[in-house]
Nanobody, 121 residues
């Protein structure tokens, strides 16, 4: 069974870069036709798709976040990483990493437990 675990700081200051890592076990991030995505849920709001990296390393980003978002991977560690720059309090959310066969949706087959990130000075 595939398991995903998010890690990173729970508190980030405004204007800084948020960096989260997703460690995957039980399956390789290079397995064909899977997409590894980042999703977030701000307090009181629905899920928001942020972006994804494919099994081959291609990246896709939400248009609204593209200028601030970077997703990369380390295949030797079976990890993928989210970086979100110039954060504001509006970026406060629970951040999830997930695996899916679909790119541009919040749908997933497996998802991590999520990690709370608060943007505050």
């Amino acid at each position: 069974q595939v398991q995903l675990q998010e890690s990173g700081p729970g508190l980030v200051k405004p204007s800084q870069t948020l960096s989260l890592t997703c460690t995957v076990s039980g399956g390789s991030i290079t397995t064909n036709y899977y997409y590894w995505k980042w999703i977030r849920q701000p307090p009181g709001k629905g899920l928001e798709w942020m972006g994804a990296i494919s099994y081959s390393g291609n990246t896709h980003y939400s248009p609204s976040l593209k200028s601030r978002t970077s997703i990369s991977r380390d295949t030797s560690k079976n990890q993928f990483t989210l970086q979100l720059s110039s954060v504001t309090p509006e970026d406060t959310a629970v951040y999830y990493c997930a695996r899916s066969r679909q790119i541009f949706t919040t749908a997933y087959g497996y998802r991590g437990q999520g990690t709370q990130v608060t943007v505050s000075s």
